[in-house]
């Protein structure tokens, strides 16, 4: 079965303007990060001011990982106009046509994203987790 490049293009760019409305949404939530003293403008109790500075956090953690994906989507998109969609960006081998119906943006093959994740996954143990 080969790929649907026009389908797969036509996936990417819904999944772009998708990323940019949400992403649109949040940024109209907290449009610049704030600190914990200008979330409590006005007589707030303690907990009030750390719930909004914890959602705020999490807003912006969301957007931070929506504009990562739309990274990975726009790159996505310029493998196809270059041709080298489908294509490993490390390795250079073909990605399985599963992986791709179901990661459109999928940039390396099964076995390169899982020594990308184990070099994060090292890093994060390495300076994430201080608390002993």
Known sequence: MALDMQQ?????????????????DLDQ????PVDTTEISEGPQEFEETNVDFIEMQQEQSLLVNEQALLTEVEAALKRIEDGTYGRCVVCGQPIPEKRLEALPWAARCVKDEQALEERNLSKEELYGSDTQ
């Open 8 to 24: 797969i293009k036509q996936r990417l760019e819904e999944k772009k303007r998708e990323l940019r409305t949400q992403m649109g």
């Open 29 to 32: 939530a907290y449009p610049t």
